[in-house]
């Protein structure tokens, strides 16, 4: 490979022998194999970053979009009202919506036949902002910070320890090499009514976590629990790092002044590491923005719904639900945009908040 | 200031400074005959001595450190747990699991959950085509990796910082905003079924989605971040000896650079093959028309999720253990490249 690849390099530098020769800067002269050392990574990104990154926007805006056919009905925002369920019904909803149609309270769903004459039923989206929007701010909001202030305990008992500490620093990566589906199988066995927490606990066979008629909070708790377990190692991996190249001079003056444990660890450990703090964040934040696998992990294969699986919907979780039929990818498109445009202004305020308060 | 007009104060009254004071007192003859060789220090804060302040700070530092130990063993106990009640679980019969009694070890240790699994679920063709998919994409991250962090860390050229920033801010987009489209571009490949509803030429439909579940994947920001770092420490003076001994470029990359990276290539190299181990979301969407093209992570989760009646929960945990233990192998004897490799993020710099 590398042979084949000189070979090509070798017939390109013949070719641009001459101008190699008339630039006498350095940097000039490396200019075109710069290039062809980035082509491989810039065609990649192109096809598979940058061209979808435009294209999903242009699809967001498409009506009617079918991605078998390519073909659409013009631009739209109709994909973003369905997303946040504000209106954008379909003709052929509509057209139910005025004929005679029964509303059914429980499934949200009004029944009746449209203008064809064909006996249908029409689902109301309200996935997005009933449970995919809610539920993933709560995850980020419960899991984010209760993340970061263990992580941060775990590894300030860690750095202070000299016994033992390589043993709980791996003790403590374990969770980061396995898999998200496959451990949320087992804390779907931890979690279930049957399972042994109910068991320590004592709190019967009746107490439904995961289960299908789990109530959505119960289901909620162990999802965030499990997200935090498995968000720890990293975290506790880059601060610990980070601690132990603080300088010792800043604790030995904190010891001059007399500062307590806690005092030490506010105005030392914290502002130090804050760096690590913010990075944590902004990366934490996007992740549990983006939280699927847990939730497919913990509740059920994407392709099973009802039950409480529709309770844990995520934004992501819907989007691939979009994808997976061709006339709903428009409104996954859209869903997904929404999604990039709430990240990038939380980043923005992190950054934001941040400026004065990370010590680089 | 304030001692400047206490002293003014003690002038005007004709009081006697501190200073004088302690003179006058050293000076008695009652001072004088203290016996200076036998005093200990007495410090008057909190009323107690130094050797009860030592003791007490001794005794501090011990539950402390009870404390920490105690708190880190807890918390080591939570992280492992779920991996011993996997153990034991895969090793239990359906009744046992199910039972009112949780027991902490099976009562008859049942290694039949295993050879079911074996028999049900298609392990080793998964892991096949994980292995397929892992390496081939593995190594193609690796070359365009080393290509591009060759051209950051080392050539100068018009517009690199702009193409750097442009490749970091990719990392901050959420990779569902690119899936879409990618779904759509893979579907419309030629040979894809998909697309015309038939095969044609020499590549089947088996190795369409195959590409498509390697060929987005052979670039990594990441990692071209992380080996850019790693080639930007190796001395200048390497580079100018090996001109002077007339080697290209192109050979110094692979003749010096390379072999100095080599830690970093390791890391990159296993965290990669983790990931395709792992990945999940991608594999589903392109494999969704044949189960047997399937990764191991896809094949574990559609496998016993819906069994009729109780979930076999015995089955489930053999086939989890199938998958977490590769990963486990994998963690011990490259630990530290791991942990050093995703540890490096943090640092700045």
Redesign the interface.
Known sequence: ??NV??KV?DFFGGLFKRKERVSAD???R??W???L??A???I??A???F???I??VV?AFLKNYN??TGLSDGFTFDNFLNVLTLAGRTTTQETIYRWNTTYDAVTKTYTGIDSDGIACTVYFQTDVIKYALPNTMLITFITVPASIV?AL??SV??H??KA?QKI?Q??????????????G???A??F?S???LN??FNLG?SFFWIDRAAPWSHGMIALCIYIV?HS?P?KI???L??LQ?IDKQYYDAAKIDCAG?FKTFMNVTVPMLS??IL??MITSF?GS??E??SV??LF?????DGGSTKNMYTI?YY??DC??QPDT?AR??AA??L??II??IF?AIQFQVSKKRVH? | MEYDSRNFIQKLFGMKSREQKQAEREASAEYQAIETSSMTLVIKEGHTDAAQLARAQKVGKII??II??G??LF??V??????Y??II?SLKSTTE??????TFFPVTVLWSNYITVFNTFDFVTYVGNTLIVGVISTIGTL??TI??A??FAR????G?DL?FSI?LA?M??????????????V?KLPWYE?GHGMVNGWLTYKDSVFASMI??F??SVFY?YLLRQNFKQIPNELYLAAKVDGK???QFL?KVMVPLAAPTLISIFILKL?GS??S??WP??VT?KDESWRLV?NG???SF??SAGEPQ?GI??AA?IL??VP??L??IFF?KY??KG??R????G
């Open positions: 490979m590398a690849l000189g390099k350095a940097g000039e490396n200019n194999k710069a290039w050392y980035l491989p990574v810039i990649l990104l096809i598979f970053t061209y979808p990154l294209n999903t699809i991605y078998t263990i305990l775990i008992c860690l202070s320890i033992f709980f791996t003790i403590f990566f374990v969770p980061y090499v396995t898999n998200a589906i496959a451990v199988m087992v804390f066995v931890l279930d049957k399972g042994i068991y320590i066979d377990w720890l990293y991996l880059i601060f790092s980070a190249n444990k760096p690590q990075y944590i996007i923005f983006k699927y696998t497919v992990g059920g294969s994407p392709s099973t992501v989007i691939y994808i997976k990818v996954g498109a997904a945009l999604l990039f990240i990038m980043t680089y | 402390g450190s920490t130990y708190f880190l918390m080591s939570i992280i492992l747990f779920p991996f009640w996997m679980t699991i199910r039972g009112n009694v949780q070359i365009t290509l591009a060759f051209a050539l100068n050229f018009h690199k193409i490749l990719t901050m987009i959420p990779g569902e905003m690119m899936v879409i489209t990618n779904y759509i571009t579907a998909f060929v987005p052979w670039v071209i290209s470029d192109w692979w983790m181990w792992n999940y979301v589903q969407l969704a992570t574990l989760r559609s999720s819906t929960y489930q945990m989890t998958v977490t990963l486990l994998l963690f630990r791991i942990m995703v540890g993020a943090g640092i700045k």
